[in-house]
């Protein structure tokens, strides 16, 4: 099945035998489809224009219909990137993290924006990263976008201007595609300044969200960020005033004493924003007391906050000493935050750039290799929703992750039978399916990235 010609032509068509996760039939399993021991359905899926027109049981569709039969093998929806920085991708052959750590990330990605970020510099990286992501089946994006005053940095532009005039030229490209989402990104004292103020307009004239990172200009997460209180008030009035969401970079550090999670509950909380709220990151969580974990956790809950853990990213720049092994994994302790039944999903974060050296923006192996750092696993059934219907309802898309009736026909078609055979493998012969139709878009060249030819 390796062809996009696998699916029939016709207007209407159905999808035989398919193994879908029960995470993802979010309208409910469909009575009396078998289910495998990771919960995953066995049913038949009616794609009519475009759209997911009838979800039966295996061998309940009608025959008249013409048919392509997955024999068992795994269909899911395009997944949800809740958390990228499409703005800063594919910078890391020019402008390289010395000792690939957070303060040399930092670094670097201020001697790369003020050098390079022109218009023309973003939309090249910007496109490539969704044409990646578009081919390997990722069907909603949500980016943080370098949003601090240039003025203080030195940049000969407006930076935030630049980048979100650009964001919302791809936005409009993609639409159809890709939905996209874009979140203000600077340190939170910025809001403090007449600058903030400006931001928070130019994020509400361009339908995005506000959002920041909860260390100073300049400086690291960790201790105490003295205003923190203060900062937040003047975020959240700025985001009630123009009704605005918030997503904000939190405590992205394996200093314990960094706790301004705590803080953005009671601010979500003081300001009515319950619902309203997502939290990236959170590493210090898992290495604070467990009282005060266990705290912080059940005011997340009480306020409504979803929480989206960035593991590829954070192993790799959590815990890093040079010549000395890392000795935890740097992720926020989701099982528990999970069972506190606060929204928890899993997302991509940075791709080859200063803050993160790899990546090719696949959610799928986001997926895959969140399993195994997260431990959620044994079993499998409940890892799906992590990367579809939790971050896609977050993004108030209410199809976007999931297979029910009505939702567009948007789905990857894997050759694993099982999550196991999912988990296993990175599946690059998956097949990518838009509103009923196999896309034939491929994973850019590298040299796509300069504009030069691929040798084959
Ligand atoms: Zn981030």
Same mark, same amino acid.
């Given at each position: 099945m390796s062809e996009p010609s696998f699916l029939p032509e016709a207007r209407a068509y159905r999808l035989r035998n398919a193994r879908v996760p029960g995470a993802f039939l979010t309208g409910g399993v469909p009575a009396g489809a078998i289910l495998d021991g990771d919960a995953c359905a066995l049913? $038949?899926?009616?794609?009519?224009?475009?759209?997911?027109?009838?979800?039966? &049981?295996? #061998?309940?569709?009608p025959d008249t219909l013409p048919a392509a039969d997955l024999a068992g093998r795994q269909a899911w929806p395009r997944l949800v990137d809740a958390h990228t920085h499409l703005d800063k991708g594919h910078t890391v052959a020019r402008t390289p993290n010395p000792d690939g750590d957070f303060p040399g990330a930092r670094d670097a990605t201020t001697? $790369?924006? /003020?050098?390079?970020?022109?218009?023309? $510099?973003?939309? =090249?990286?910007?496109?490539? @990263?969704?044409?990646?992501?578009?081919?390997?089946? +990722?069907?909603?994006?949500? /980016?943080? %976008?370098?949003?601090?005053?240039?003025? *203080?940095?030195?940049?000969?532009r407006d930076q935030a201007a630049t980048t979100w005039a650009v964001f919302r030229e791809m936005r409009a490209a993609w639409a159809g595609r890709i939905a996209l989402q874009g979140v203000g990104l600077t340190p939170i004292d910025?809001? !403090?300044? !007449?600058?903030?103020?400006? %931001?928070?307009?130019?994020?509400?004239?361009?339908?995005?969200?506000? *959002? #920041?990172? /909860? =260390?100073? +200009?300049?400086?690291?997460?960790?201790?105490?960020?003295a205003e923190i209180d203060a900062l937040l008030d003047r975020l959240f009035r700025l985001a009630r005033e123009r009704n605005l969401d918030v997503d904000l970079h939190v405590d992205e550090t394996g200093d314990p004493a960094a706790a301004s999670l705590d803080a953005v509950a009671r601010a979500t909380l003081r300001? @009515?924003?319950? #619902?309203?709220? /997502?939290? @990236?990151?959170?590493?210090?969580?898992?290495?604070?007391? $467990?009282?005060?974990?266990?705290?912080?956790?059940?005011?997340?809950?009480?306020?409504?906050?979803?929480?989206? +853990?960035?593991?590829?990213?954070?192993?790799?720049?959590?815990? =890093?000493?040079?010549?000395?092994? &890392?000795?935890?994994?740097?992720?926020?302790?989701?099982?528990e935050l999970m069972a506190a039944g606060v929204p928890v999903m899993v997302a991509g974060d940075n791709c080859r750039d200063a803050f993160y050296a790899y990546g090719d923006h696949d959610m799928l192996d986001t997926f895959r290799a969140s399993v195994r750092i997260l431990h959620l696993d044994h079993p499998l059934a409940g890892a799906p929703a992590l990367a579809g219907p939790v971050p896609g309802a977050m993004m108030g898309l209410p199809h976007a992750g999931t297979i029910r009736e009505g939702a567009p026909a948007d789905l990857i078609l894997l050759p694993a039978r099982s999550l196991n055979e999912v988990v296993a493998r990175p599946h690059a012969d998956r097949i990518v399916v838009v509103a009923g139709r196999a896309i034939a878009a491929r994973r850019p060249a590298y040299e796509a990235l300069s504009g030069e030819a691929a040798p084959w």
């Open positions: 049913i $038949d899926i009616v794609v009519a224009d475009g759209v997911i027109a009838g979800l039966l &049981p295996a #061998g309940a569709s001697a $790369d924006r /003020t050098r390079h970020w022109d218009a023309e $510099d973003l939309r =090249r990286r910007m496109a490539y @990263g969704l044409a990646c992501a578009f081919a390997h089946g +990722t069907g909603a994006i949500r /980016t943080h %976008l370098d949003s601090q005053d240039s003025a *203080g940095e030195g940049a000969l910025a809001y !403090a300044t !007449a600058y903030g103020r400006r %931001l928070a307009d130019l994020i509400a004239e361009s339908d995005g969200l506000i *959002g #920041g990172v /909860t =260390r100073p +200009t300049g400086g690291l997460h960790g201790g105490a960020l300001h @009515g924003y319950e #619902g309203r709220v /997502t939290c @990236g990151h959170c590493c210090s969580l898992a290495l604070q007391p $467990d009282a005060q974990a266990s705290d912080t956790i059940a005011r997340v809950a009480q306020a409504g906050i979803r929480i989206v +853990t960035l593991p590829t990213v954070n192993m790799y720049l959590q815990d =890093r000493q040079r010549g000395r092994t &890392p000795r935890w994994r740097g992720v926020a302790p989701v099982q």
